[in-house]
């Protein structure tokens, strides 16, 4: 059997391995449009040594191993267009325009996304660097090294990630969230103000008053004028937007509005034996139950290895996801799951929340650490909606446990009442995610 996949991507490597790993008699070819794959390094599910009593889990891949697996990988081969009638594919070689047509058994289609530049004038300079994805992060470190004073727009994830790098390597930072709180999309105003005094108190500038107008390349760096003022940096980074590379699928393959393609559970196509993952399809987002387009490279890759089970005959239907995140300020962890209130509130749910605060690890023990969480759930259902925490304790891990009460339907008094380990280095007799779904307990019955 010969599958095609259209991407050298996270995802497209991804499933390729995977493929070649169960299937390894599979005929496996990938096309991808550029001449060589950036560097990268991220989890794959392939192990180094099969027989190895503890086999490690691989931690890259490149072209080149997966050439060593078997996969045939074609670097600067452009796709022209898709027959799936004919279960056919046509690729130019981009040296040599040759065109040639491809027959597959089966098509996983992984493309990433393609970047959207906000609709500011300047934001073409040099000195302005667009960052949707760990890799642009990574070149934006690169152009930066020379430049002293950095203006970070944006109020996600990343360019909080980028802030941090930037101030790691002692450079003046400004950063503007265009009229946010800090992360506002992902917690509730208190993580906000209390990150705000976090940077700040690293020497970071942040500005959330204030929306960016223009751009404007002074010859020696950029000056980032907003609707209160200017800001004269050497580089600006900003947060881009993303959007679905699938021009070529039109009228052939079903998509949404924003030229997603449409998947059912086992992501596979409106055509049979095409499959779709990563930055070309949508996700499903499991607090509300509905699809979103909101490309991630982890569910790039769990989408790829479910893709990759389903074209070898599997039946493995997509779990969803409840989108988690996290970032490390300055040795506080703050980590956030599914909806805050107001989003929920804003997707018609009727819906409630409550914040407490409580120290990990009991009072008695020498040391212990207080971690500021919140819980949102469904008052009508009482199921858990999302989840947010902060500490300087690590809790990312309680995180990952309240994604799986989200991903399971869980209510509120099961992350109340469920046993957890008791040991007084670790924990309370109530482990601190225990005493947030009681105190939401608490707060449901009395309303």
């Not at 059997?1 to 390729?16: E, K, L, N, P, S």
């Not at 600067?76 to 279960?87: A, E």
């Not at 969803?320 to 300055?330: A, E, H, R, V, Y």
Request: aromatic share 6%; hydrophobic share 40%; net charge negative.
């Amino acid at each position: 059997m010969r599958v095609i996949i259209i991407g050298c991507t996270y995802a497209g490597m991804t499933a390729a391995a995977q493929i070649l790993r169960s299937h390894p008699d599979t005929e496996v070819t990938i096309y991808d449009r550029n001449a060589v794959v950036p560097s990268i390094s991220y989890e794959i599910n392939d192990y180094d040594d099969q027989d190895a009593e503890y086999p490690r889990l691989r931690t890259e891949l490149s072209p080149q191993q997966l050439t060593v697996m078997g996969a045939d990988v074609k670097m600067g081969s452009l796709l022209m267009g898709i027959d799936p009638t004919q279960k056919v594919v046509k690729i130019m070689g981009m040296l040599d325009d040759n065109t040639t047509d491809e027959h597959y058994d089966k098509l996983i289609i992984a493309n990433d996304s393609t970047r959207i530049a906000p609709n500011l004038k300047g934001v073409d300079s040099t000195n302005v660097t667009l960052v949707k994805d760990q890799q642009d992060a990574k070149a934006a470190v690169l152009l930066s090294t020379i430049d002293q004073q950095i203006a970070v727009i944006g109020n996600d994830a990343l360019s909080l990630g980028m802030v941090n790098a930037f101030r790691q390597q002692k450079k003046t930072v400004t950063l503007i969230t265009n009229g946010e709180p800090i992360l506002h999309y992902y917690f509730e105003d208190e993580y906000s103000k209390r990150a705000e005094d976090l940077l700040t108190a690293s020497d970071v500038n942040v500005v959330t008053d204030e929306h960016v107008t223009e751009l404007d390349d002074n010859g020696v760096g950029i000056t980032v004028t907003t609707d209160k003022g200017t800001y004269n940096v050497g580089r600006a980074v900003i947060a881009a937007g993303q959007q679905p590379d699938t021009s070529i699928y039109q009228g052939v393959l079903a998509m949404d509005d924003q030229g997603a393609l449409e998947i059912d559970e086992f992501l596979q196509t409106s055509v049979s034996d095409v499959y779709a993952i990563g930055g070309s399809t949508t996700l499903r987002y499991n607090p509300t139950n509905q699809k979103i387009y909101d490309p991630q490279s982890t569910e790039a890759v769990r989408q790829a290895v479910i893709a990759a089970e389903n074209v070898m005959g599997k039946q493995v239907k997509d779990s969803g996801t409840q989108l988690s995140m996290s970032i490390n300020l300055d040795g506080t962890t703050m980590a956030s799951v599914g909806l805050t209130l107001a989003r929920a509130q804003q997707a018609g749910i009727n819906a409630d929340a409550v914040t407490i605060e409580d120290n990990y690890r009991p009072e008695f023990m020498p040391t212990t650490t207080p971690v500021l969480m919140t819980v949102i759930w469904d008052k009508d259902t009482r199921r858990i909606l999302g989840a947010q925490m902060m500490s300087k304790h690590d809790i990312s891990e309680s995180l990952s446990l309240i994604s799986l009460c989200i991903q399971n339907e869980n209510t509120i008094d099961f992350l109340g009442m469920y046993d957890t380990m008791f040991q007084p280095n670790f924990d309370r007799a109530f482990n601190y995610v225990n005493l947030l779904g009681q105190a939401a307990m608490a707060k449901a019955g009395n309303e």
